[in-house]
Every structure is written in C-alpha cells, then in structure tokens.
C-alpha cells in the first residue's frame, strides 16, 4: 500500500482536531495525500462517496467517538456491496474512546508521522478485524442503553473533555458514597424484555444493556473482552447493578478480565423492548428515545495500526 491509497477524512470539529488542517496532515505524512475536511454529521456521507471514487484502500478517521460512527454508517452507505476499505482510527475528539481501546495512543500527528514512514518504507500495516454493531442505518462499535447512555449524555450536557468524564467518573464514585443526584441519573433502573439470537434473557429490571464491538470502555476499563472471540459477533452484557455493585467491578475491568456479576454472551442479533421510552447511545453519540431497540452485527472492518504500534485484538489470517 501507498500514500496513493489512503483517503484522509479530518473532522475540524472534533475535540482536539480543531486546530488541525489539510496541510498539518500532509506534512506529518510527509505525503500528499487526499484530504477530506468535515465539520458535522450530515457531512460524513459525501464525504465516504469521495473516498470510494478515489479508490481509497484505507481511510484515516481523525476525530473523537461520534465521527466514528458517523463515517462508519457513511462508509457502509457509500460502499454498499463494495469490500470497505480498512480504517486507521486517530484520537481527535475528546475522549476517544474506541481509537485508544483498539492501540491508539500518542497525539493525531504523531500517529500520522509514523503512518507516513510506514508507507514510505514499504512496512506492512497491522491489521485486526473487529464485527460492527448495526442500529438501523447507523453502524458503530459502541452501543448502549441505560448506563451506557446515561453517561454519555451527562458528559454531553456538561461539554467537557477527557478532565470533565474523568470528573464525572469520580463524582459518580463519590456519589456511590453520598446519595448524590448524579447516581440516581446514571443508575435508574428500567424494566425491559431482551432476546438474544433468539433466546429471552432472565431479568426483567436493568441498569445496563450495552455492546462492544471493541473491548474498551476508556480510562483504562476493558468489559467487551469477548468483542472479537468469534466472527460476526460482539459481546453483550446487561445488569441490574447498583453504583456499590459497579465499584466492585472495576479493579477486574482493570485487569482485563472481564465483568463478573452480569448476563452476558457474544450475540448476532438483540432485541430489547423497554416499557418506557429510552435514549440509546452509540459511540460517542447519545440518539432519539424509543421502547423498541434492535442491533444486528454489520460487516467485519479491518482497523489499521502503523506497524510500530500495538494492538490489542485478533488479527486476521494470510
């Protein structure tokens, strides 16, 4: 693969990519490649049609968790039938979540300089497939309804960066202590039926239903381990713990073992029908409410890496 390959899509709205601009991404590359600038959602779409008609092999993402899901949703459009291209995933939002889970880590154009000398050296990029999650026409690699949502509309509301989730993280731990109203949000019990491929689950009050095509949360907290376990799944999990029950969690999710006192299994296909009307969260991006939620595993992407650079993931055959 060459610089003749890649197809750059840059959201200069997105956390720490609002300084960035056409000219910083090719110098970092020190190539010039096509750059695509993006400034909102609606923009992803045409966007991922001109990186089909450029022929683009691999498309570098720079923004935070909600451009995720906006270009992956874009790409599978524009692609259609088509094999969709590989996908680099640079941490340009605020939290960035599912870049860091899958290896990201340093600045946008430190990732982009060591892209570049890859390229230039012929070096083979590192590749690990991961099952998207499909929510009608969105697709994303995040999904979640109670906690999951919860959290990321707080954070929303709160317009803060990684200090501000960080911040409301240990509020809610506090809170756990305290009473405080912050808990009560982020915690509310509601009462849904879930079938998954098929099979009802036991349980009829939750706290949390989410999916993880990739097995990061962020701050360091690893829950979907069982995201890339087996082709064209991901990793459910749903519980009715409590702000004591989830604290109790965390020193596991730390180590990378998983979540202990939940229902959880890798799933093709769930359906969760609540008996109030719900937000659900998908990536970083927080959707309209409903008492009907159906997710399907979408295509497998292949995420990229500079070869420098470790992954965390299974990595496909020859």
Known sequence: MSHRDVVVLLNRNAGSSTGLATADVRRALQADVAVIETRCADAARPAAVEARERGAR????IGGDGTVTTVLSGISAAFGAQPMPAILL???????????????HGTPLSILASLGHTLRAGGTLRRARHTTIRSGARLGLLWGVGLFAN???VYQQQRGGLSRALGLLAGASLG????HSLVAKLFEPFAATVTVDGVAWGGASWTNLS????????FGFDPYIRATERSGCFHLIGHALGPFG???ELPRLRAGLGMKNVTQDVARHVVVETEQPRIFGMDGEVFERATHFEIHAGP?????LPAATSMRARTPGP
């Not at 691999?58 to 993402?61: D, H, K």
């Open 90 to 104: 640079v941490p340009g939002g605020t939290m960035n979540v599912i870049a860091k889970s899958v290896g990201a």
């Open 211 to 218: 999916a993880g095509g990739v097995a990061g949360l962020g």
């Open 246 to 248: 989830a604290l109790r």
């Open 300 to 304: 497998e992407i292949e995420l990229v």
């Open 151 to 153: 959290f990321l509309e």
């Open 176 to 179: 756990a202590l305290t009473g």
């Open 58 to 61: 691999l498309v570098v993402v």
